[in-house]
C-alpha cells in the first residue's frame, strides 16, 4: 500500500499555463507538507498544514496555492507557470514529531 | 544562506567497509537532526534520528553521531552494502519551527562490490 502518493508523477506544460499536483496519504498523518527540489537538488520546504490549517509558509511567489481538503490530502495549485517553477515536487507528511514521510515526486516541465 | 551544508558531492565505499557521511550546520537553534536516503526517482526516506540532548543513536547497521559544539553531525553506515547506494540527505529542525525541516544538499554515497 502506498503511504504518500502523488499525480500525476510527470507534468509537462507550457508558460503561463495554470496545474495542480495532488497528494494523499494513508498514513492517519495529521501534517502534511509540499517541497520543492531544484535543479541545484536543494530541497527546501514550501508550505505544511496541520490538520487543515496552514502553520508554515515559505517565501513562496503567491502563484503557489496550497489546499487541503481533509487531513489526508494537500493539493497544490500553480497559476500562470513560469520556467523556473521547473523541479520536482514532493509532498510529504508526518505525526507529532517523527520523521517525515514523502511521497514519490512530481516531475513538473515547464516548456 | 545554506544552514546545512554537506560539503561532500560524493562518496566512494567499497562493499563491507564503513561509509561516513558528514554534515555541517550553522543555526545554534537546532535541536532536532534527521537523516534521509533518497533513490533515484523516489521520494526521501527516513532513516535515523537524533535529539540534541544526545550524542549518539544506533539503529541496526545506522549510527549518527552528534557534536554539538562542533555543530556537526555524521552517519556512519557499518558494513556498508551495494543497496545502500544512493544519495543521504541531512535535515535539522529548531525549537518552536513546527515540524519545518532545514535540508542538505545530500551527499551520492556509491558501494562497490
Known amino acids: 500500500d502506498t503511504a504518500v502518493s502523488q499525480t500525476p508523477k510527470y507534468l509537462v506544460t507550457q508558460m503561463g499555463n495554470d496545474k495542480s499536483i495532488k497528494c494523499e496519504q494513508n498514513l492517519g498523518h495529521d501534517t502534511m507538507y509540499w517541497y520543492k527540489q531544484d535543479s541545484k537538488k536543494f530541497l527546501k520546504i514550501m508550505f505544511s498544514y496541520n490538520n487543515k490549517e496552514l502553520i508554515i509558509n515559505e517565501t513562496v511567489p503567491n502563484r503557489f496555492s496550497p489546499k487541503s481538503p481533509d487531513k489526508a490530502h494537500l493539493n497544490l495549485h500553480i497559476n500562470s507557470l513560469e520556467l523556473g517553477d521547473s523541479a520536482v515536487y514532493f509532498c510529504a507528511s508526518s505525526q507529532g514529531t517523527s520523521g517525515q514521510h514523502f511521497g514519490p515526486g512530481t516531475r513538473l516541465t515547464v516548456t | 544562506d545554506q544552514q546545512v551544508k554537506q560539503n561532500s558531492p560524493s562518496l566512494s565505499v567499497q562493499e563491507g567497509r564503513i561509509s561516513i557521511l558528514n554534515c555541517d550546520y550553522t543555526n545554534s537553534m537546532f535541536d532536532y537532526f534527521l537523516w534521509y536516503k533518497k533513490y533515484p526517482a523516489e521520494g526521501p526516506t527516513f532513516l535515523i534520528s537524533?535529539?540534541?540532548?544526545?550524542d549518539k543513536n544506533e539503529d541496526g547497521r545506522f549510527t549518527v553521531f552528534l557534536n554539538k559544539s562542533a555543530k556537526h553531525l555524521s552517519l556512519h553506515i557499518v558494513p556498508s552494502q551495494p543497496g545502500d547506494s544512493a544519495v543521504y540527505f541531512c535535515?535539522?529542525?529548531?525549537?518552536?519551527?513546527?515540524?519545518?525541516?532545514?535540508f542538505g544538499t545530500g551527499t551520492r554515497l556509491q558501494v562497490t562490490l
Open positions: 535535515a535539522a529542525r529548531a525549537l518552536g519551527t513546527a515540524s519545518k525541516l532545514t
Open positions: 537524533i535529539s540534541s540532548i544526545k
